[in-house]
């Protein structure tokens, strides 16, 4: 059976995170888009919910010079940061292909999120 969450599962999701132990948070499932329960006669198997997050997509010329590039950077990030939290955001995702750019988007503040990046296309 599958039924949206309520504050009482609460104490199951800090239960099965536990038994985790990476480090991370607990997720807010409560402040989430959608959050719902997956459980049978034996209780709950997994507590699932849909994040509503805050991605930066941008593109570069690279026929411009570094210095350039990292000028329209840090105004980019400047303005997304400030928007993002205008809109309520806490955190900004990108994603890059780039070794090189994700070391730059590093030296400005952005890190490693937890787990792999995946994506499915619907």
């Not at 800090?14 to 480090?23: E, Q, S």
Request: charged share 30%; glycine share 4%.
């Amino acid at each position: 059976m599958i039924r949206s969450i309520t504050p009482a599962d609460m104490d199951e999701v800090k239960r099965l995170h536990a038994l985790v132990n990476d480090g991370s948070t607990i997720p807010d499932f409560l402040d989430m888009l959608c959050a719902y329960v997956v459980e049978d006669e034996k209780g709950i198997i997994t507590i699932a919910g849909l994040e509503d997050i805050c991605e930066c997509v941008a593109v570069t010329d690279l026929s411009r010079s570094v210095l350039d590039r990292a000028y329209a950077l840090k105004l980019v990030l400047n303005a997304s940061k400030d928007i993002s939290q205008r809109f309520g955001y806490d955190q900004i995702y990108t994603f890059s292909r780039s070794p090189k750019w994700a070391k730059r988007l590093k030296r400005t503040g952005f890190r490693p999120s937890y787990g792999e990046a995946l994506v499915l296309d619907l």
